[in-house]
Structure formats: structure tokens, C-alpha cells
């Protein structure tokens, strides 16, 4: 069974930083897609950045680029979302997902097959 266990979120002032963590177990691959997605109120699930685990390749959406970092600590097995210099439009439930490694990465939250429960980022002043 594939469990998430996510923390790190919570209100900030514009202008704040937070950082996210993620950690999977009960997964059979060696190697996969880890993700960083989000959802506000009335609107689509929006991937932020994936990373391959295998080789550490990622890719950030324009909307993040410049101010999210995803890292991992491959001793914990514990990804991070490092998310600086936040906004009022930053407010959302984050959620990290997984699916498994294909050749190229991912941002379609249609492709990821598991999820972790979501944690809540409020940025207001």
C-alpha cells in the first residue's frame, strides 16, 4: 500500500517562504516521477515541478520558475518543495504525487497515480 506523509504548510505573508515535504512509502519501483502539484478553490489542478528520481532531471512550470525548488534527500527519501518569495495567488492545497518513471517528465496531473493527502498554503497579509 502506498502511503504519503506530507507537512510544511500553513499561512505566510506575501513576500514569505515555506518548504514542503513528501515522503512515499509501500512503492514497488526503483525508480519513479515525483511531483509537486496544487489546487485552489474553483480552479484545475496545476502541476508546479517533477523530478525523476533515477537521475534527478526536473522541470518547473512558468508560473514557479525562479522562486520553487524541489530537492531530495535520497538517504530519508524525503522530497522538499522549497517555495520563496510566495504570493496571494500561491494559496492553494499543495499535493505531491508520484507515477512511474517514463522517458520524458511530466507536469499533467493525469499521469500520476498516486497522491498524498495535501497540505494547505495560505499566503495573505
Known amino acids: 500500500q502506498v502511503q504519503f506523509v506530507e507537512s510544511g504548510g500553513g499561512l505566510v505573508q506575501p513576500g514569505g517562504s515555506l518548504r514542503l515535504s513528501c515522503a512515499v512509502s509501500g512503492l514497488t519501483w526503483n525508480y519513479y516521477t515525483i511531483g509537486w502539484f496544487r489546487q485552489a478553490p474553483g480552479k484545475e489542478r496545476e502541476g508546479l515541478v517533477c523530478?525523476?528520481?533515477?537521475?534527478?532531471?526536473?522541470t518547473y512550470a512558468d508560473s514557479v520558475k525562479g522562486r520553487f525548488t524541489i530537492s531530495r534527500d535520497y538517504g530519508h527519501d524525503m522530497t522538499y518543495l522549497q517555495m520563496n518569495n510566495l504570493k496571494p495567488e500561491d494559496t492553494a492545497v499543495y499535493y505531491c504525487a508520484v507515477r512511474q518513471l517514463w522517458s520524458s517528465l511530466s507536469l499533467d496531473a493525469g499521469e500520476y497515480e498516486y497522491w498524498g493527502q495535501g497540505t494547505q498554503v495560505t499566503i495573505s497579509s
Open positions: 523530478m525523476s528520481t533515477m537521475d534527478g532531471d526536473r
